[in-house]
């Protein structure tokens, strides 16, 4: 089965540049997606179709996917981004998730 | 408003059954492939099942395939997932969620819903 690997854990300092990854076999013919989710919250979706913001989510999130590899980069962290951070794509008619980055802004 | 409620999550014993329910507002509901992802307590995302609009194809992850049944009703604007045979590692809040094209991200989630599979 398919399967999308993230590192679990990324520390930045604020007003840093914060850079998640998340590789897949030949991600980069796939869509990927990006969602935040805060504790007890619903994940939201921040980055889709490799680098498209939904209407609300600051500029400062930006995705690519190339390759084997999809990247979510935010720039200017700020502590309000510090969250759970899932990657996500299709493979045939099924979903699937990365496994999670708790990203920790200090 | 666009929305999507979930309810149905309950405790329930191993071997169990329990059907979940999402209601849908605020769009057009037969127009969307909707899905149900689960998440365990301390865990990550796991997608757990889809269905097309009309309910013609719909996809399994391999740990629920025979026990979980997904289906939906556009005359009343609803999703539903029966879930059969439960076990202790079925545990987790499930939400119902909807796919903004085929292929493409989940735009819409709900509030989810807790399922405790638990002697």
């Known amino acids: 089965s398919y399967e999308l690997t993230q590192p679990p854990s990324l520390s930045v300092s604020p007003g840093q540049t914060a850079s998640i990854t998340c590789s897949g076999d030949?991600?980069?013919?796939?869509?990927a997606c990006w969602y935040q989710q805060k504790p007890g919250q619903s994940p939201v979706v921040v980055i889709y179709?490799?680098?498209k913001r939904p209407s609300g989510i600051p500029e400062r999130f930006s995705g690519s996917n190339s390759g084997n590899t999809a990247t979510l980069t935010i720039s200017g962290t700020q502590a309000m981004d510090e969250a759970d951070y899932y990657c996500?794509?299709?493979?045939?008619?099924?979903?699937?998730f990365g496994g999670g980055t708790k990203l920790t802004v200090l | 408003e666009v929305q999507l409620v979930e309810s149905g999550g309950d405790l329930v014993q191993p071997g169990g059954s329990l059907r979940l329910s999402c209601a849908a507002s605020?769009?057009?509901?037969?127009?969307?492939?909707m899905s149900w992802v689960r998440q365990a307590p301390g865990k990550g995302l796991e997608w757990v099942a889809n269905?097309?609009?009309?309910?013609?194809?719909?996809y399994y992850v391999d740990s629920v395939k025979g026990r979980f049944t997904i289906s939906g009703d556009n005359a009343k604007n609803s999703l539903y997932l029966q879930m059969n045979s439960l076990r202790a590692d079925d545990t987790a809040v499930y939400y119902c969620?909807?796919?903004?094209?085929?292929?493409?991200?989940?735009?819409?989630w709900g509030q989810g819903t807790m399922v405790t599979v638990s002697s």
């Open positions: 969620a909807r796919n903004k094209n085929w292929g493409d991200a989940f735009d819409i």
């Open positions: 605020g769009f057009t509901f037969s127009s969307y492939w």
């Open positions: 269905i097309k609009q009309d309910g013609s194809e719909k």
């Open positions: 030949k991600l980069g013919n796939k869509y």
């Open positions: 179709q490799d680098s």
């Open positions: 996500q794509a299709w493979d045939s008619n099924t979903v699937v």
